[in-house]
């Protein structure tokens, strides 16, 4: 079974600083995709970066990049030059079967002025 | 934009009583689903939709019933709410390609 894991529950970073989240999983797919979504307070969730197994290239959206060690099963998300807007929770997660998503437990991120 | 919305941001129940929680989406998606997210165990499914009046369980169903009668809308049943049924309910849909959209939240309190 699929399994996700976000050891992290919560995150500190000062503005303009870098800060990694960390996500490790399990999976019996050989082609798989990872993603890191992003929940700000009272705001809806969403994708911030998809990962595509079969790539060894690191993907990378603005401000967001990810480390993907697939040997170790790792998959953490680097937030450059943080701003207060990247305060939120972050959910690793994987897909299981056609349809299901695993979800990490979240690592909550707080942004300091 | 994709929009998914969910009927209520907040409500308050009394236990025993049936609560409906409904989800519309605009983009045709095939896929919907209804997650559970609770702190420290992040987000658990419970139904998800895969066509109309097409349905199948999650990793948490009981308690639960769902209800696809057209494409865009796909709502969450509690039939006799219970304390423990108390938390944010989340909405989701996608095209198929792995990415998720998903609603504001329905925060639900049963007392």
């Known amino acids: 079974a699929q399994t996700v894991t976000q050891s992290q529950p919560e995150m500190s970073v000062q503005e303009a600083e870098t800060v990694t989240l960390s996500c490790t999983y399990d999976?019996?797919?050989?082609?798989?995709?990872l993603f890191w979504y992003k929940q700000p307070p009272s705001r809806q969730m969403i994708l911030v970066i998809r990962?595509?197994?079969?790539?060894?290239q690191n993907a990378t959206e603005n401000r967001f990049s990810v480390n993907f060690q697939k040997a170790a099963k790792s998959f953490s998300l680097k937030i450059s030059d943080s701003q207060l807007g990247d305060a939120a929770m972050y959910f690793c997660a994987i897909p299981s079967g056609t349809y299901k998503y695993i979800f990490g437990t979240g690592t909550r991120l707080k942004v300091l002025a | 934009d994709v929009k998914v919305t969910q009927s209520s941001r907040y409500l308050v129940k009394r236990t025993g009583e049936k609560v409906f929680l409904e989800c519309v989406q605009d983009m045709d998606h095939e896929n919907m689903f209804w997650y559970r997210q609770d702190p420290g165990l992040g987000l658990r499914l419970i139904y998800f939709?895969?066509?109309?009046?097409?349905?199948e369980k999650g990793d948490i169903p009981e308690g639960y019933s769902v209800s696809r009668e057209k494409k865009e809308r796909f709502s969450l049943i509690l039939e006799s709410a219970s304390t423990n049924q108390t938390s944010m309910y989340l909405c989701?849909?996608?095209?198929?390609?792995?990415?998720?959209?998903f609603g504001e939240g329905s925060r639900l309190t049963v007392l």
């Open positions: 989701a849909s996608s095209p198929g390609s792995y990415k998720l959209f």
């Open positions: 990962q595509e197994a079969y790539k060894q």
């Open positions: 999976t019996s797919e050989s082609d798989y995709y």
């Open positions: 939709s895969y066509d109309v009046k097409m349905k």
